[in-house]
T-cell receptor, first 113, second 117 residues
C-alpha cells in the first residue's frame, strides 16, 4: 500500500535549471496538493487540484507550474530555479470530503545554489 | 484572510510533564480543525481532527484537543509526554466557504516539542 509517493527525495539544482518533482498516489484521491515547508514558516500551499484536468493556484504559486492529466499523478515543475525555492516540498492527497485529512508523501528536499 | 497562530515556537519538557500547545485561528464561519505531527526526518501525519460534535477530540498516542468556538481555539494536550513525542506539531484549519464542502488547509507555523529523557 504505497499511498502518496514523491520522487526524488533529494536534489541539488543550479540557478536557472529546471526540474520536475514527481508525485503519484494510489489512494484514488480526487484532491491533490503541493506544499513547501520552510523552517519556522509552516507549510505554504503552492498549487492544488480537485480532479484530473483541474488545477488552481495556492498561496505561493510564483515560479512553479503543475499539471493533472490523470487522477494518480500531480507533478510540480520548476522552470528557472532560484535560491528562494530551496525548501522541502510535500505532495498530499485527500478524498475531498469536508472532514477528510491530508495524506502526505515523504517530501523532496531541494537545494538551489 | 484566514490565519492560524501557534503561540509557542519551541517547547522543552521533561518526560512525564503535561503538555498544552496553543492554536488560534481567525475565521468566523464553519471550520474543520486538525493537528498534524512531524517526527524528525518524516512527513506530516494526522494526530487528530475535529469537524462536528463533541468539542473534546481524542487522537492517537494519548493526545487530545479541545475546540472552544468562542475563543477560536483548538489547543492540543497530553497529560504525560514521552521522549518519543519529540516532534514538530502543526495546527491546521480548513475554513469552509459558505455553501461549500471543501476549503484549503491553512497551517500554523508549527511548534517544536523537545522532550528530555
Amino acid at each position: 500500500n504505497a499511498g502518496v509517493t514523491q520522487t526524488p527525495k533529494f536534489r541539488i539544482l543550479k540557478i536557472g535549471q529546471s526540474m520536475t518533482l514527481q508525485c503519484t498516489q494510489d489512494m484514488n484521491h480526487n484532491y491533490m496538493y503541493w506544499y513547501r515547508q520552510d523552517p519556522g514558516m509552516g507549510l505554504k500551499l503552492i498549487y492544488y487540484s480537485v480532479g484530473a484536468g483541474i488545477t488552481d493556484k495556492g498561496e505561493v504559486p510564483n515560479g512553479y507550474n503543475v499539471s493533472r492529466s490523470t487522477t494518480e499523478d500531480f507533478p510540480l515543475r520548476l522552470e528557472l530555479a532560484a535560491p528562494s525555492q530551496t525548501s522541502v516540498y510535500f505532495c498530499a492527497g485527500s478524498s475531498g470530503q469536508r472532514n477528510s485529512p491530508l495524506h502526505f508523501g515523504n517530501g523532496t528536499r531541494l537545494t538551489v545554489t | 484572510a484566514q490565519s492560524v497562530s501557534q503561540h509557542n515556537h519551541h517547547v522543552i519538557l521533561s518526560e512525564a510533564a503535561s503538555l498544552e500547545l496553543g492554536c488560534n485561528y481567525s475565521y468566523g464561519g464553519t471550520v474543520n480543525l486538525f493537528w498534524y505531527v512531524q517526527y524528525p526526518g518524516q512527513h506530516l501525519q494526522l494526530l487528530l481532527k475535529y469537524f462536528s460534535g463533541d468539542p473534546l477530540v481524542k487522537g492517537i498516542k494519548g493526545f487530545e484537543a479541545e475546540f472552544i468556538k468562542s475563543k477560536f481555539s483548538f489547543n492540543l494536550r497530553k497529560p504525560s509526554v514521552q521522549w518519543s513525542d519529540t516532534a514538530e506539531y502543526f495546527c491546521a484549519v480548513n475554513a469552509l466557504p459558505s455553501g461549500g464542502s471543501q476549503g484549503n488547509l491553512i497551517f500554523g507555523k508549527g511548534t517544536k516539542l523537545s522532550v528530555k529523557p
